[in-house]
């Protein structure tokens, strides 16, 4: 008798420590899944956002194709293409390079991390911008940028001849956000083509895409807008000295060993020289 209460009390001493080591065990879990938050998704997405603009400054100012091109040659720590908190790939979408001076959505997490829902009164998203800035967006908000996006995708294959006209069509829309106006004009400057010259003739007057518009003659190798380019390599915005500089490299000889990453106060006397040489240029 003895023998079997002894038993039943090991047995019952055993179930309860097995509930301990149970609950401990969850608690430990569960406190690992609550230390993850959305500063976890911003950091790995930081991470893939430095890559990509370490990848673009390599490659001419492209940003690869996939996430999956990217390697350890562009980042200290390891990359991850999914969302560390919901397991969430995330998704990608490179339309534009480092070149553009407008911000279009380029990565973004399509988890739904719920810290930040109640703010928005409903689901948001964390995006990288095409300045590789990183925001929390509404979903409604991303959910037009990416129908918006859409439509210009479609747009791009669309026929060689067919594709100028539409682009044209949509920088001319004023029913579309800015952002995608400029997006339209910067691919036909991308285009490359003389024959885009005319189409993008018309936004050199225009108060909101006048200098977008000075960027892409240049890039087809027109001569109009100059001026309004070296207005740009004067500005206190490094990234619009840096586009200014890539345009008229596209028409001109010779830089005068002008550098944007130098303030434009010191390089005045290089800035006029080279001013005087493409008037004569194009005289």
Same mark, same amino acid.
């Given at each position: ?9 090991? &047995? ?20 690992? @899944?609550?230390?993850? +938050? ?32 990217? +390697?350890?040659?562009?980042? *200290? ?11 969430? #790939? ?13 911000? &279009?959505?380029?990565?973004? *997490? ?24 990183? #925001? ?70 225009? +108060? ?11 890039? *087809? ?12 390599? @004067? ?35 290089? &800035? ?12």
């Amino acid at each position: 008798m003895k023998r079997r209460e002894k038993t039943v009390l090991i &047995i019952i001493a055993g179930f309860f420590g097995l509930v301990v080591i149970v609950n401990v065990g969850f608690g430990l879990f569960a406190s690992k @899944k609550q230390e993850l +938050n959305d500063v976890d998704c911003i950091v790995a997405l930081r991470r893939l956002s430095t890559a990509l603009a370490a990848y673009a400054l390599k490659h001419n100012g492209e940003y690869p194709k996939k996430l999956s091109e990217l +390697n350890t040659e562009f980042a *200290c720590e390891p990359l991850l293409s999914r969302c560390p908190i919901t397991d969430t #790939a995330y998704q990608y979408l490179p339309l534009v390079n480092l070149g553009v001076l407008f911000d &279009i959505p380029l990565l973004w *997490c399509d988890g739904e991390h719920g810290s930040e829902r109640t703010k928005y009164n409903g689901r948001s998203y964390l995006v990288v911008y095409s300045d590789l800035s990183i #925001a929390r967006v509404p979903a409604v908000n991303l959910s037009f940028e990416r129908k918006w996006l859409q439509d210009y995708q479609a747009v791009l294959e669309s026929s060689s001849n067919e594709r100028l006209v539409k682009l044209r069509d949509m920088a001319q829309n004023s029913s579309h956000p800015l952002w995608l106006r400029k997006l339209a004009l910067w691919r036909l400057g991308e285009e490359q083509r003389s024959d885009s010259v005319a189409l993008i003739e018309p936004f050199f007057d225009s +108060n909101d895409l006048a200098f977008e518009a000075a960027v892409a003659l240049a890039k *087809c190798g027109s001569p109009l807008g100059v001026l309004k380019l070296f207005e740009g390599l @004067k500005s206190d915005d490094y990234d619009v000295r840096r586009v200014a500089y890539s345009a008229l490299k596209n028409i001109s000889k010779e830089d005068f060993n002008y550098y944007p990453e130098i303030s434009p106060s010191i390089q005045e006397e290089v &800035i006029r020289k080279w001013e005087e040489s493409l008037k004569k240029e194009f005289k």
